[in-house]
């Protein structure tokens, strides 16, 4: 899964910069504009700063399944009216008047969400639509709508859900322990494993680990393309990169 960043420019209408104090739900929504692709819906976006709609979203995944992020994780979209305080927003691209999304476009959707999830310790029934929050239709197809009856718009997004809990299951290794609560135990492997500050190949480096120990992991984040484990001791982050770590 590629994340590209192409963040709006901070403006009064589509980037407000509230900070979004909490993720509790995570919401997918259809664009609503057959044929158009990301980058074109991203541009829309960033064209309300000249004085336009409060509209935005987080991420937009286009019909090859690219996936463009418009605002900081940290901070509020404008996508799904009173959820706005407390979700991640997902705007879809698809190809025609159904709304159906395209396998590339679901694909992406589905790593996307599965990546939020574990992000902020969510489960798939934490993924909403927009419909479930103001019975606005999106995403189209898998909404109540004259050409498909609940019961059908419902199998539709279960079966996406499904999708992504095989995924989420899928990442975690079967032969390791996990605690009840999320916490793990790693041995080192590298001779000598750097302790980041935070979750980042660029940030400080507080210490080295050279015992090839056993050590604690309490809580884990993606950052620069590393998966990265919070040390239990408080000293900082260390990658969970196969070639350094194993569980245990
Ligand atoms: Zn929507």
Same mark, same amino acid.
Not at 94 to 119: I, R, V
Not at 199 to 212: F, M, Y
Not at 238 to 243: A, Q
């Given at each position: $899964?590629?994340?590209?960043?192409?963040?709006?420019?901070?403006?009064?209408?589509? &980037?407000?910069? !509230?900070?979004?104090?909490?993720?509790?739900?995570? /919401?997918?929504?259809?664009? @609503?504009?057959?044929?158009?692709?990301?980058?074109?819906?991203? %541009?829309?976006?960033?064209?309300?700063?000249?004085?336009?709609?409060?509209?935005?979203?987080?991420?937009?995944?286009?019909?090859?399944?690219?996936? !463009?992020?418009?605002?900081?994780?940290?901070?509020?979209?404008? +996508?799904? %009216?009173?959820?706005?305080?407390?979700?991640?927003? !997902?705007?879809?691209?698809?190809?025609?008047?159904?709304?159906?999304?395209?396998? /590339?476009?679901?694909?992406?959707? =589905?790593? *996307? +969400?599965?990546?939020?999830?574990?992000?902020?310790?969510?489960?798939?029934?934490?993924?909403?639509?927009?419909?479930?929050?103001?019975?606005?239709?999106?995403?189209?197809?898998?909404?109540?709508?004259?050409?498909?009856?609940?019961? !059908? /718009?419902?199998?539709?997004?279960?079966?996406?859900?499904? &999708?992504? =809990?095989?995924? $989420?299951?899928?990442?975690?290794?079967?032969?390791?322990?996990?605690? =009840?609560?999320?916490?793990?135990?790693?041995?080192?492997?590298?001779? =000598?494993?750097? #302790? &980041?500050?935070?979750?980042?190949?660029? /940030?400080? #480096?507080?210490?080295?680990? &050279?015992?090839?120990?056993?050590?604690? #992991?309490?809580?884990?984040?993606? @950052?620069?393309?590393?998966?990265? @484990?919070? *040390?239990?001791?408080?000293?900082?982050? #260390?990658?969970? @990169?196969?070639?350094?770590?194993?569980?245990?």
């Amino acid at each position: $899964m590629k994340i590209t960043e192409n963040f709006l420019t901070p403006n009064k209408y589509s &980037r407000l910069q !509230i900070p979004l104090e909490k993720v509790a739900k995570i /919401a997918v929504h259809y664009v @609503g504009n057959p044929g158009t692709s990301a980058i074109a819906n991203r %541009n829309y976006f960033e064209n309300q700063k000249n004085g336009g709609r409060y509209v935005s979203s987080h991420y937009i995944i286009g019909l090859q399944g690219e996936i !463009i992020q418009c605002i900081p994780l940290n901070e509020w979209s404008y +996508c799904t %009216n009173q959820a706005n305080g407390y979700s991640v927003s !997902i705007e879809c691209c698809h190809p025609d008047s159904t709304g159906k999304f395209n396998e /590339a476009t679901e694909q992406s959707l =589905a790593e *996307l +969400c599965a990546y939020l999830l574990e992000k902020f310790g969510l489960g798939v029934d934490d993924i909403i639509r927009h419909y479930d929050v103001t019975g606005k239709q999106s995403p189209l197809y898998w909404s109540p709508t004259k050409y498909q009856s609940a019961e !059908i /718009a419902n199998a539709r997004f279960k079966a996406f859900k499904d &999708r992504v =809990a095989a995924l $989420m299951k899928a990442d975690k290794p079967h032969d390791a322990a996990e605690n =009840a609560d999320g916490t793990f135990l790693v041995r080192v492997l590298d001779p =000598a494993l750097n #302790i &980041r500050a935070q979750p980042s190949l660029t /940030a400080k #480096i507080n210490g080295v680990i &050279r015992d090839n120990g056993v050590y604690t #992991i309490v809580a884990q984040q993606h @950052g620069g393309g590393v998966l990265w @484990g919070k *040390l239990k001791s408080g000293a900082g982050w #260390i990658s969970l @990169g196969s070639k350094y770590v194993k569980k245990i």
